[in-house]
Nanobody, 123 residues
Framework: QVQLVESGGGLVQPGGSLELSCVAS????????ITWFRQAPGKERGGVVC????????SYATSVKGRFTISRDKSSNTVYLRMNNLKYEDTGIYSC????????????????WGQGTQVTVSS
């Protein structure tokens, strides 16, 4: 089973950029799709962006389309989330999760979760 560890969060001003990383260990990285979730303060966790196991398919929430870019590097077992033009409403805990069902809407379909990394957008 895959294990996931996120990094790259931090404090950034509105309009700034951050790149998050989700590093996977275990031997099943190539067989899982990855979704980045965000939990804003006082809100439920929700999916933000998905990438298929071969990296050929991606899906973005409307709120981040055109600003966020997801990619994955097979050689390093890493999924990246590049976030540009960050807004106050992007603040939250970002977690990556692995699933055998692309962009699964039910969080019960995810077999592994990272611990999360905090992103704070503030002036």
């Amino acid at each position: 089973q895959v294990q996931l560890v996120e990094s790259g969060g931090g404090l950034v001003q509105p309009g700034g950029s951050l790149e998050l990383s989700c590093v996977a260990s275990g031997d099943s990285f190539d067989s899982v799709h990855i979704t980045w979730f965000r939990q804003a303060p006082g809100k439920e966790r929700g999916g933000v962006v998905c990438i298929s196991r071969d990296g050929g398919q991606t899906s973005y929430a409307t709120s981040v389309k055109g600003r966020f870019t997801i990619s994955r590097d097979k050689s390093s077992n890493t999924v990246y989330l590049r976030m540009n033009n960050l807004k106050y409403e992007d603040t939250g805990i970002y977690s990556c999760a692995a699933t055998r069902k692309y962009c699964a809407g039910d969080q019960q379909d995810y077999e592994a979760w990272g611990q999360g990394t905090q992103v704070t957008v503030s002036s």
